[in-house]
């Protein structure tokens, strides 16, 4: 079984990105789905509304969600660092 390490990191400005079942470095299995959340701090009470995220994954890879919540594959072995921008 292949493995690789996603490191996901923060994002100037106050812009967090975590994996769904932990933070920090985890150990995800390639081929195996990983669920990325990006979260704003401080949180916005409404004045100014997140519409979109831009995610990198590290891989070359990138994608655009309406959301803060995105899930994406791996396909190859080694260190990845996830970033998301609003």
């Known amino acids: 079984m292949r493995v690789l390490i996603v490191t996901p990191r923060a994002v100037p400005p106050q812009l967090l990105v975590t994996l769904a079942a932990a933070t920090g470095t985890a150990v995800v299995g390639v081929g195996q789905p990983v669920t990325l959340t990006a979260t704003v701090r401080p949180a916005t009470d409404g004045a100014d509304v997140v ?3 831009a995610w990198t994954f590290g891989d070359s890879t990138t994608a655009e969600t309406d959301g803060n ?5 791996y396909t190859s072995n080694g260190a990845k660092t996830a970033t998301a921008v609003v």
Request: glycine share 0%; net charge neutral.
């Open 69 to 73: 919540i995105t899930t994406h594959v």
């Open 51 to 53: 519409s979109s995220y």
